[in-house]
Nanobody, 122 residues
Framework: VQLVESGGGSAQPGGSLRLSCATS????????MSWARRAPGKGLEWVSR????????YYADSVKGRFTISRDNANHTLYLQMNSLKPEDTALYYC????????????????WGQGTQVTVSS
């Protein structure tokens, strides 16, 4: 199993970035997926999760209305569109694979990517 994030970088407050998570080694369409982040000096924060079929998604209150999770099951890729970025969004962003196959997220994870850095500053 491999999860490889990309798309991070620097942005100004109010700007946008789109993260991607390319996956391989498992049946992507069978697993819910999630994004999480770790800000400097802080613990891991769950950001968003999406059903395996993409039919439903959930967001942390801190990003609701600004971030959108999506997935392309044909290309085994997970996305996170981040708009209206704030300095407090600065973090290392990870994608994670649910431990159990199924439509709904189990909220337990067995594989993580290496992370992609997002820095928001003026």
């Amino acid at each position: 199993v491999q999860l490889v994030e990309s798309g991070g970088g620097s942005a100004q407050p109010g700007g946008s970035l789109r993260l991607s998570c390319a996956t391989s080694g498992f049946t992507f369409s069978s697993y819910a997926m999630s994004w999480a982040r770790r800000a400097p000096g802080k613990g891991l924060e769950w950001v968003s999760r999406i059903y395996s079929d993409g039919s439903e998604s959930y967001y942390a209150d801190s990003v609701k209305g600004r971030f959108t999770i999506s997935r392309d099951n044909a290309n085994h890729t997970l996305y996170l569109q981040m708009n209206s970025l704030k300095p407090e969004d600065t973090a290392l962003y990870y994608c994670a694979k649910d431990r159990w196959a199924g439509i709904r997220p189990s909220n337990t994870y067995d594989y993580w990517g290496q992370g992609t850095q997002v820095t928001v500053s003026s």
